[in-house]
């Protein structure tokens, strides 16, 4: 296998790029539930890929799989955007995967979209209706519950959600409702107390900041 991209080879885009050095408890267990494959565990090191057109994922997530004994945690091929999850109880393994793949492309982690924040908002003391209905179309995660604050994120690219959803639970003892991370538009909320959450949601934009100022 070449060390990198055939010069003949369609140009991919390297969308998103992030590296988890440990996954917290409620977030591993979000993508558990979503996993096509092998599930991750908390504490595992994750790296969440995504790149444009989505065909190319599948040639990326094989040098990945074959590069160290990492484990798929998930792939989902769409035409525009392709993502892949991978993780290992070993750092260095995950660290390794993802450095063969950015040889392979010939780029480096700098050269991914910078993540644009659409909106982000907080919302105190949520209505018994407005909770309800909220739980009903996110059957993935935990419930939120009346009289709680949440804090609802959007993200493009999606992959980046999961790196603000992971240094949010990091941060604050909050409850994850809602992580998704694929498609056109990343979208987090968190529920819990109003303290807890004003200290979460400034955890998650940090995050966002902090990607982008490695991205030119």
């Known amino acids: 296998m070449s060390s990198r991209m055939p010069v003949d080879a369609p140009k991919v885009e390297l969308r998103t790029y992030v590296y988890i050095d440990s996954l917290q408890p409620q977030l591993a267990s979000y993508m558990a539930t979503a996993s096509q494959g092998f599930l991750p565990k908390p504490g595992d090191s994750c790296l969440w890929l995504e790149v444009s057109p989505g ?16 484990h798929l945690g998930g792939q989902v091929v769409e035409r525009a955007f392709g993502s892949m999850a991978i993780h290992s109880r070993d750092q ?8 063969v793949v950015l040889r392979w492309l010939d780029t480096t982690e700098a050269a991914r979209q910078p993540c644009r924040v659409p909106w982000h908002e907080i919302i105190r003391g949520i209505n018994a209706d407005h909770s309800v209905l909220i739980n009903r179309q996110n059957r993935k995660g935990s419930m939120v519950l009346a009289g709680q604050s949440i804090f609802i994120l959007e993200t493009e690219p999606a992959g980046n959600i999961i790196y603000a959803a992971n240094e949010a639970e990091k941060a604050a003892s909050i409850t994850l409702v809602e992580a998704h991370a694929v498609g056109a538009f990343g979208r987090l909320t968190l529920a819990g107390r109003e303290a807890d959450i004003e200290t979460a949601a400034a955890a998650a934009l940090r995050a966002v900041d902090r990607l982008n100022a490695q991205t030119p």
Not at 92 to 99: G, R
């Open 55 to 70: 065909m190319a994922i599948h040639r990326l997530t094989d040098i990945a799989l074959k590069a160290s004994p990492v």
């Open 92 to 99: 260095a393994s995950v660290l390794e995967s993802a450095h």
